[in-house]
């Protein structure tokens, strides 16, 4: 099961909106004879990799696979089916997959056939590996990436609205990385009007991100990097329907797309609604996304509890100042909590920077 988790991350990136999954068939002396992962979206299973690999040879032995084979017919025919034709003895699946449209059938129709199924084999490993896609198919939101760079005492940018560059280039070179396996990548309008960014991946990576602009009076200029770019990767405004009208047409003609969602009722600022517009992300299939900020944009996010995982990188610089700007606004919360609030964290130094990754948890 540890090979098909490892076969699995290489699917990362590119098998998106479905999960990443890795499969193993081998005989009774755990001798190798079929392996195989989901490559690419809209391709072959885990499974029929596997067997392909092993052709006839796959009668009577045992697969490992990462995630409950599907019972339905997508773009591919349902792998149970598959296993079921093989031959296949034994299914020893580490986790069951909780979309609704598999949701245990998968299982069911390999018992029926008279196939053992066991279940929950390095369980712990294989749902951090597809968390995302279980947020996706189960919440209907898509998993929240924050992003910042900040100084040594917390600061994202000067009081004047300064920022660049506090990381360094290893740091950067980092964030095009995270890009490039990210459905889409957003900020705040006050980001877009201050830093003009790009907000692509360089080089591109196996993703192309679609750049999102929180934007509620639809102002990002058509001037701007992302307008003037619109055709090397999409752009999307999410304004609130009172935006100026001819605002909206002018984004429009240079190829923008603008979603109207409502005000809401959660920010501390007049916003679009971010609840809904993460549901409406995901309902296109999104499944990572990447908040780059800022503070105001940020703090939202996180008073709403939707960030799921932190990408920090801190400088050793300092910068001071009482109305200089800091990573996360918004109301925060009352009290500290009394145990770490960020789950299977990791420490990393890319030269004189340190990058803090982990999980967020939210208290009760």
């Not at 591919?76 to 020893?92: D, E, H, M, N």
């Amino acid at each position: 099961m540890q090979r098909a988790l490892e076969l699995a991350r290489q699917g990362i990136g590119s098998v998106e909106p479905n999960p990443a999954v890795g499969s193993v068939i081998v005989d009774d002396n755990l001798k190798l004879i079929g392996e195989g992962y989901h490559q690419q979206y809209g391709g072959p299973h885990a499974e029929i990799h596997a067997l392909n690999m092993a052709g006839g040879q796959a009668q009577s032995k045992t697969i490992y696979v990462t995630l409950e084979p599907c019972c339905h017919q997508g773009k591919t025919g349902p792998c149970s089916q598959a296993l079921i034709r093989a031959g296949i003895k034994k299914v020893v699946i580490a986790m069951r997959d909780p979309a609704p449209h598999v949701d245990g059938g998968g299982i069911e129709e390999l018992k029926q056939a008279g196939i053992e199924v066991e279940v929950g084999l390095l369980e712990s490993e294989a749902q951090a590996l597809v968390r995302p896609f279980v947020k996706r198919v189960t919440q209907n939101l898509p998993w929240i990436h924050a992003k910042w760079a900040m100084t040594l005492d917390g600061k994202i940018a000067t009081r004047t609205g300064h920022s660049q560059w506090i990381s360094n280039q290893r740091s950067r070179k980092r964030v095009h990385e995270l890009r490039g396996f990210m459905d889409g990548i957003m900020v705040g309008q006050r980001t877009a009007a201050a830093d003009d960014p790009l907000l692509t991946a360089r080089p591109s990576g196996k993703r192309i991100p679609a750049r999102i602009v929180i934007d509620s009076k639809a102002s990002l200029s058509i001037e701007s990097q992302l307008v003037q770019t619109v055709n090397e990767a999409p752009v999307i405004v999410i304004a609130h329907p009172s935006a100026s009208q001819e605002k909206i047409l002018q984004l429009k003609q240079a190829g923008v797309e603008v979603l109207m969602i409502p005000e809401s009722t959660c920010a501390t600022a007049s916003q679009p609604d971010l609840r809904l517009c993460m549901q409406e992300l995901a309902q296109r299939g999104m499944t990572n996304i990447l908040v780059e900020g800022g503070g105001g944009l940020l703090g939202s996010c996180f008073d709403q509890r939707l960030i799921d995982e932190v990408h920090v990188f801190i400088a050793p610089k300092l910068i001071g100042g009482a109305e200089a700007l800091t990573p996360i606004a918004g109301k925060g919360l009352e009290i500290i909590p009394e145990e770490y609030n960020l789950r299977d964290y990791q420490i990393q130094q890319l030269g004189s920077d340190i990058y803090v990754t982990g999980r967020v948890e939210y208290p009760e």
